[in-house]
């Protein structure tokens, strides 16, 4: 990759004698995927004071750069914006934001899945941390509002641009805590002030998570109800649903309704069927396209991962994770209490997240123990392999891993049918996103590393395999579901597009050369030896508001993003 300097005066490279416009950086002689779907063409693009400046034929046009950067036949396209990410806290711990920055991300949508970093109780407050720890890098929490929160995020800087979301279940966590019933009149106003002063502080709108604890809690009269003061404010509503598996009709019909209800514009969660539900995805589409033809906004978001890695308590009924670990390994110490635990699991009478299947289904052969500190040699085993092993029934195997490992066991759920993902990918209401977040450099290194891909190589991967290797999109039509089209649902009309007067949020790749390095692929080998975490190939340069951030594959540790606001100029 070859770059020059302008020079200071007249008459050198990528200058002329009359000078009209002066830009920070001119990347020259690119195939640019402008992020609209248009085929790409072939131009210099132009960057002053953070913006896009000018796009043509620039050299020898009065055009002087500073620094210009030889494209070399590579496409310049927008920066990538992830609609849905977990990057609450992981944006304080790094706020570097590497792994997102190297794979192209520009923007992070943040407090999705109905966890968010505020608001916070004091009552509830260690609650509040403990479920955001679940993301990987608990930071203790030194505010109550969500402008508290993004005050702090702005004082301590950040490399990407966050769009917030509020949490309904982190809203209701710091009104009633985990309690398992319906807010009384003054605790659901005190939930609507909650919402109404996230919406203020410049939130996007409301996401809930209807399988997680405690927004399973809530019902559909309650989100509606604080999805009216996000509708007031011109946000969206977002939502992980109340059931991915058998009840994912009902779920994806519950949403359509708390968004019509409300008049939010909404957006469906990686809503690809999970295991049990791939026979439905016919009239899941359909759904989708029924509320679009009623004149509903409704759109969705895919990450393209098959498997996931919580730790096993996770996949077990939602008031169960409230449990301290000593309360939990009492609770399965009791023969009676653990049946009644297993009974309750198998029964799925409020829907468990998607890996929780597995279990439904006695599908053991799909559950392989990641994590086990205490007992490594069953790192790579099935639960079905080390139930034969040990001689137990699988369930229970499954159970004793979690008391032998004081509930640090971990697992890999395969839970996803990747034809179903592409086929969710090509439809034209679909976006791209990676459900992952933005974790510390120091963990890449740390024993055992955490296993989230998706938080180093999403983007390059659906290049990589999407597009390259076995074509299910055009990149034009890729880098449309990851650009303007979330950008457009966001309501953000000066990014996720290159054109003169956007923002200079970009990438610089090169489609044949891109790898994702950071994804194990399917089928897993036993023992698990590597979990890789290497930054993906390809990406060349990241320019973050008219800044470089990665400089011909090296990191600069800039911090440029900013936090973007609803209904505020940047």
Known sequence: ???????????????????????????????????????????????????????????GDGVRARRVVEAADRVLCPGFIDIHTHSDHGILADPTAECAVRQGATTHVIGNCGVSAAPVADATRELAERQLGDYGHPVPFSWTTYSGYLEEVERRGVGINVAPLVGHGTVRL????????????????????????????????????????????GDTDEVAALAEVVARHGGLYASHIRGERETILDAVRECIEIG?????????????????GWHLQDEVIAMWEDARARGLEVSVDNDVHTDFAPTLREALPQWSHALTTEELLALLADPERREALKRETLEDRRPAFGPAGLLVHGAWDRIFILRSPR???????????????????????????????????????????????????????????????????????AEPPPYVPCSYGEYPGVIERFVVNEPVLTLEEMVRKSTSMP?????????GVVRPGAWADLVLLDPPRVRDRATNLWPHRAPFEHYPHDFPEGIDWVVVNGEVAVEDGAFTEALAGRVLRANRPA
């Open 260 to 276: 019509e209800r409300s008049g939010c514009r909404t957006q469906i969660s990686h809503n690809c069927p999970k295991y049990g």
């Open 375 to 445: 007992h490594p040699e069953r790192e790579g085993l099935t639960i079905a392999a080390l139930a034969e092993g040990l001689g137990r029934d699988p369930f229970d195997a499954f159970l004793d891993e979690i008391v032998d490992e004081r509930n640090e066991a971990q697992g890999l759920f395969d839970y996803i049918d990747t034809g179903q993902i592409a086929r969710v990918l090509r439809h034209p209401l679909a976006m791209i996103s990676s459900d992952g977040w933005v974790i510390p450099r120091e963990a890449r290194t």
């Open 174 to 217: 710091a009104v009633l805590g985990f309690e398992e019933r319906p807010p009384t009149d003054a605790e659901l106003d005190q939930m609507r002030d909650h919402v109404e002063e996230a919406m203020l502080a410049g939130c996007f709108g409301i996401s809930t998570g209807l399988v997680y604890p405690p927004g399973c809690f």
């Open 1 to 59: 990759m070859t770059q020059r300097r302008g020079p200071t005066g007249p008459g050198g490279p990528g200058s002329c004698e009359t000078e009209r416009v002066e830009l920070d950086l001119l990347v020259a002689d690119a195939r640019l995927v402008d992020g609209t779907g248009a085929p790409w063409r072939r131009t210099d693009i132009g960057i002053a004071d953070g913006r896009v400046a000018a796009i043509g034929r620039l050299a």
């Open 487 to 495: 950008a457009a649902k966001l309501g953000l009309t000066d990014r």
